[in-house]
């Protein structure tokens, strides 16, 4: 029977990360703890800024819309990612995998984009201190992530809607554990040229403008940060920094690395490693290095646990 884009293939079958049965219990207890404590980071952090009114700024604003992308983008393609260590075949429907490829780039996307915002929003923070409040208003901070969204999903239409205009035809094996862009582009059987004029544009803008900007940004507050006076300060300053860029240069670094590199012989394998950073591993990571080492979220930590005793308490 066929599938719609009067495709043959109706299924897909998922490789998964490694076809070694030796390595899919430790595997699965690993990865299974990545999503639990992304889950939990994300989610904590979520309610946190929530209800703590103090944590209502500009910084907290993006960093409430950052876990919530991360939560989100973590939850498409994980459970599947799970199953291929327990089960034999990971079969997901054609649909299911079309679904899961542009709810996957519409989160990825969008968080390339809510990731330059904090940094522009850092910059005018350390940069331009006296006019922080005038510069990022709630207007300019809501304009800021609803184009991140829009960009988001401006992407992954792009994407999706050409991959649908693609034929499968008998070989629907994805050697990857989560339906995207270039593992299914080797499964067709007609032309990918559009499709991959589509990758290298829309891939090349938003890995792009982001890293451009964010590096601007970042250029910009390290030579403010030098023109402090106190060595005390500057080492606090560089300390957080240094944990920011850590994470944008995992999160970008091993995205591109996955699309750059892909396609050449021998890198499939590479290539499916490298996407765990900024499908896993980055997610787990942000909710700690971009809240837990900050006085502010510390403070409502403390408080609302301590609300939470008292009400058990009483």
């Known amino acids: 029977m ?7 293939v109706t299924e897909f079958i998922l490789a998964g990360l490694t076809d070694r049965p030796e390595l899919q ?40 819309n950052l876990s919530f992308i991360d939560l989100c983008y973590s939850s498409v393609f994980t459970p599947k990612m799970l199953m291929n260590f327990v089960i034999r075949k990971n079969i997901i429907s054609y649909g299911g995998c079309m679904t899961q490829l542009f709810f996957f780039l519409f989160f990825v996307i969008s968080e390339c984009y809510m990731l330059t915002s904090m940094a522009y929003d850092r910059y005018v923070a350390i940069c331009t201190p006296l006019l922080y409040k005038v510069t990022m208003s709630h207007q300019v901070c809501l304009v800021l992530s609803l184009a991140a969204y829009v960009m988001g999903l401006a992407g992954a239409s792009a994407h999706t ?48 403008v982001p890293c451009f900007t964010i590096l601007i940004s970042y250029i910009f507050i390290l030579t403010s940060i030098l023109h402090i006076k106190s060595a005390q300060g500057r080492s ?76 058990n308490m009483s």
């Open 2 to 8: 066929l599938a719609r884009n009067d495709s043959l």
């Open 25 to 64: 219990q430790p595997l699965f207890s690993l990865f299974l703890m990545i999503y639990m404590v992304t889950v939990v980071g994300n989610l904590g952090l979520i309610i946190l800024i929530g209800l703590n009114s103090h944590l209502h700024t500009a910084m907290y604003y993006f960093l409430f």
């Open 161 to 208: 809607g050409c991959m649908l205009g693609l034929t499968f035809c008998n070989v629907n094996i994805i050697n990857h554990y989560l339906c995207d862009i270039l593992p299914l582009l080797q499964l067709s059987c007609t032309s990918t040229y559009v499709n991959e004029m589509v990758v290298l544009i829309v891939v090349g803008i938003n890995i792009t």
């Open 236 to 311: 606090k300053a560089f300390s957080t920094c240094s944990s920011h860029i850590i994470a944008l240069s995992l999160f970008f670094g091993s995205a591109a690395f996955m699309y750059l590199k892909y396609a050449s012989p021998g890198s499939k394998d590479l290539g499916k490693i490298s996407s765990v950073f900024y499908t896993n591993v980055v997610p787990m990571l942000n909710p700690f290095i971009y809240s837990l080492r900050n006085k502010d979220v510390k403070v409502a930590l403390r408080k609302s646990l301590f609300n939470i005793q008292k009400r």
